[in-house]
């Protein structure tokens, strides 16, 4: 009986995704933007997806909703891939130090910077998040800086004094931004 409504349920599961998929699929350009934002919480994720979006990461995409998401390798790595993606890993993690000392792997951090390591801003590897609570403090944002008109790749021109990215810490004897 179990399986019977399990299946039952299953194949009402498969036709909403399909027709949803399919509806999808079948609207062009500015159509496919506009439903994107017309869309209710309560719509199937399938409804946010732009045309070719399903596999953001083509054959590196991976179906991980957790905390641990991006702190994990791709399936499928070759041994020394995944010993790569490991040591870079642990850079990511790693607190940087001003230079010169003691552990000259590690140093050179500054003059300006925004934080001392990668992970203490992009935790788990993600995104910045909102503080949860009154009080918390945030982590992960910044402001980013630019003056009108764009360089050859269409990106925006950073401000000519600080730079793409304002820096709000700095090392010994500087003056953060």
């Known amino acids: 009986m179990m399986m019977k409504y399990f299946f039952a349920k299953g194949g009402q599961l498969f036709a909403v995704c399909f ?7 079948c609207q062009k350009g500015e159509e496919v933007l506009e439903r994107a934002t017309a869309v209710s919480p309560t719509d199937p994720p399938l409804a ?3 045309e070719n979006e399903q596999l953001s990461g083509g054959q590196a995409t991976v179906f991980d909703t957790t905390p641990n998401a991006f702190s994990q390798p791709i399936p ?3 041994r020394e891939q995944e ?3 490991f040591v870079g890993n642990s850079f ?3 607190n940087w130090v001003m230079a010169p000392a003691s552990t000259t792997a590690r140093d050179g951090l500054g003059p300006f910077f925004n934080a001392r390591s990668c992970a203490s801003c992009h935790f788990k590897d993600g995104r910045g998040r ?3 609570f009154a009080g918390e403090m945030p982590t ?10 764009s360089d050859f790749h269409g990106d925006a021109l950073p401000e000519p004094t600080y730079g793409g990215q304002l820096q709000d810490q700095a090392i010994t004897d500087f003056r953060a931004e």
């Open 48 to 50: 946010y997806l732009e």
């Open 92 to 94: 990511f993690n790693q």
């Open 83 to 85: 010993l790569l993606f």
């Open 130 to 132: 909102a503080p949860e």
């Open 76 to 78: 499928g790595l070759e």
């Open 140 to 149: 992960g944002f910044l402001l980013r800086l630019s003056v009108p008109g």
């Open 19 to 25: 027709v949803l998929a399919l509806a999808v699929s």
